[in-house]
C-alpha cells in the first residue's frame, strides 16, 4: 500500500462535514436543510469563542454536528430535530441532552441562540464561515507530552504523545518524534510531524464523536497513529508512519509508510530520483530491478502463495534509503493486505539501478559516514 495512501478513502469522516448551502429551511423543507456544503464556522455564543463543523452523517436523513468552545479538546454532539431542521439538540461526551441551537443562515453567516435545558438561559450565535480547519485553534493548546531525550547514533531526538482524554478512543496511542537540533531544515521537519499529531488527534476526536452519535455511548469509533525514526545522519531524516482504526468504514483501515526529508532544508526527497530513469514511475515485475525484487518476495513467501505474487507490485515512490541499502514495499490490494513485505537489496545489488544522485546519496547512509 502506498505511504500513507487510502486513508482519506477508508475514514467515513472523509466526506463528512458540510452544512446547508442555503438559509436553514423551514420543518416542512428539509431537502434545502440538507443541501450539502462542507465547511467550517468561526464566531461566538454569548462571549464565549466557538468553533463548529457539521455533518450528513450515519444517522441516515438526520444531520448532525460538532462543536467545541475556545481551544478546548472536548467536542459537543449536535444531532438535526427531524421535525425541525433548524433546530438542534446538543450532547455531552455521555449523549447527556447539555442545550438546544436555534440555528438559520447563509453559505457565510450562521446566527441564532443557544438555550439551556430549563429554558431560562438564552445566549445570542453569531458565526461566519472560513477556511480556518476546524482544528486548528483547538491543536494550538494541544500540549503533547514529551518523553527524552533518546539518542540517536550521534543524534538526539523526543517522543511527543497526544494527551489523552478518556472520551476519545485511539487518543493515547497517537505519537510522534520531535528531532533535537538546531536549523531552518529541522525546525521544518519538526513543524510536519508536529501537524502530523494534531490531524491525527482531532481525527481521532471527531471519530470517536462520530460513533457515539451514531451508535451510541461507549461505542465509540476509533483512530490512531504514529511516526518513528528510521534513520537520521548529516543529510537525510528517515520517518515511518502507520495509522489504523475503525471510523465506520465497510471494514477496519490500517496503513503504514516511511517519508526522507533533507535535514538542510526540510524538504521531502523524491526518492524516485535516486534511480535511473527507467524505474522513475514504476518498477516493472518484467525489467531488471522487477525481477530481482520479485526474487527476494518469493523467497519469503514460499512457492504456494501464487496469489500474493501474482498481484504484488514495486514503487520508486513506496522505498527508502537505510545503512542496509535501498528498502521497497511489496505493495498488494486491501484484499491481499497480509502479502505485504519489505524487501532490502544491498548496495552492490542495487548499483546498476542508482542514478548518479542515487549512488552518492546513498553512500551517506553507510555507518562508518553515519
Known sequence: MAAFGKIAAALALSG?????SRAFAAAGDTSDA??????????TIGAHAATFYFDQSALGSTMAGYYYYGTSPHDLVLVQ?????????????????????????????LTGTWIDPTGKTVLPLRAQSTPEPYAQRRAAATRPIPSGPFQFGRFQYETLRAPHYKEVVG?????????????AGIATI??????GLDEALQTSI????????SRGVDHDYEHASEQHLVEWNDQFVVIGGSVWGDCGGPHPYADAGVKTYRTATGALEDIAS???????????????????????????????????????SFSASDAWPSKDGM?????????LSGCEEHITLAPPVLAPFLSTAGQANLQVFRPSVR
Open 171 to 183: 487518543s493515547s496511542e497517537i505519537r510522534t518524534v520531535r528531532l533535537l537540533g538546531a536549523g
Open 206 to 213: 471527531a471519530c470517536s464523536a462520530s460513533g457515539r452519535i
Open 327 to 335: 528498502t521497497f514495499n511489496a505493495s498488494v490490494p486491501d484484499a
Open 81 to 109: 430535530d427531524t421535525s425541525r431542521p433548524g433546530r438542534w439538540k446538543e450532547m455531552d461526551v455521555t449523549n447527556k441532552v447539555t442545550g438546544t441551537l436555534e440555528l438559520s443562515g447563509t453559505d457565510t453567516q
Open 16 to 20: 463528512m462535514f458540510c452544512m446547508s
Open 34 to 43: 440538507l443541501s450539502c456544503l462542507e465547511k467550517t464556522w468561526k464566531g
Open 274 to 312: 535516486w534511480l535511473v530513469p527507467t524505474y522513475a514511475s514504476s518498477i516493472s515485475p518484467a525489467s531488471p530491478l522487477g525481477k530481482r525484487l520479485l526474487e527476494r518476495y518469493k523467497k519469503l513467501r514460499g512457492p504456494d502463495e501464487q496469489a500474493c505474487i501474482d498481484a504484488v
Open 190 to 195: 519538526n513543524a510536519v510531524l508536529r501537524a
